[in-house]
């Protein structure tokens, strides 16, 4: 089976941004996207967060209908850009196609936003059935990773969750993530800290931070921890 006849009754979504930052892997898929029916121009393709950042940043002349965004780049983690594309552009279909299988990494860009995640290590034919999955609003993983994931699923269900992870019983109203970030805060860490620990981007950490603030009445990361303690919102 050829690759361009898999899409062939699906319509083909565009402009498509590529963030890969490996020449090779880069000129597979746009390949593979010529092949399922694409035009040059409909592909942008960069290779880093800075450059997929540029182009996004003047949303008037750069949409974007797919994103197809790898995790390992030269200037950051790719579930950045995945969270903030996610909060630029609701309902933007992602898939992720890296070589990185950790169950850190897959949930991260899954929590980010990412629909799919699918292996670079995968042959041409997987990708493209992965792509004309999402193209038909589906949610592709890979198959190594699924059944890592639900390997992994009896200790998961087992394991208490870390403290910065429960909400408390005075929860002010905190969701889970703002929780988990105010427990940070309070560990004494930076913006850029927690950015890198919880795999966000540092304009999602201040987001975060500003909803927590709001919630507990305060102004300041002093008056965040004080406020926290004396709520027992922390241990």
């Not at 880093?48 to 750069?62: G, K, P």
């Not at 196609?97 to 929590?111: C, F, G, M, P, V």
């Not at 995640?117 to 993983?141: H, M, N, Q």
Request: zero cysteines; charged letters at 25%; a negative charge.
């Amino acid at each position: 089976m050829e690759t361009h006849k898999l899409s062939a009754d699906l319509a083909l979504p565009a402009p498509v941004l590529v963030v890969e930052d490996n020449p090779l892997v880069r000129n597979r898929l746009e390949r593979l996207l010529l092949q399922m029916g694409y035009v040059p121009d409909a592909l942008v393709m960069v290779g880093s967060l800075s450059e997929a950042r540029r182009y996004v940043a003047d949303e008037a002349d750069h949409a974007v209908s797919l994103a197809l965004i790898d995790l390992g780049l030269p200037d950051g983690n790719g579930a950045e850009l995945i969270a903030e594309l996610n909060a630029k552009i609701p309902n933007l279909p992602m898939l992720v196609i890296s070589a990185w299988s950790t169950q850190e990494a897959i949930l991260a860009a899954l929590r980010a936003g990412a629909i799919g995640y699918v292996l670079k290590e995968r042959d041409d034919l997987e990708i493209a059935v992965a792509l004309r999955s999402v193209l038909r609003g589906g949610a592709p993983i890979d198959p190594f990773i699924a059944r890592r994931i639900i390997d992994e699923l009896p200790a998961l269900a087992e394991t208490p969750a870390p403290a910065g992870d429960r909400l408390p019983s005075d929860d002010a109203g905190l969701s889970q993530r703002e929780s988990t970030i105010l427990h940070l805060v309070v560990e004494g860490m930076n913006n850029r800290e927690i950015a890198e620990r919880l795999f966000l981007s540092r304009y999602t950490v201040e987001s975060h931070i500003k909803n927590v603030y709001r919630k507990l009445s305060v102004s300041s990361r002093t008056q965040a921890a004080h406020e926290a303690r004396r709520r027992k919102l922390v241990g």
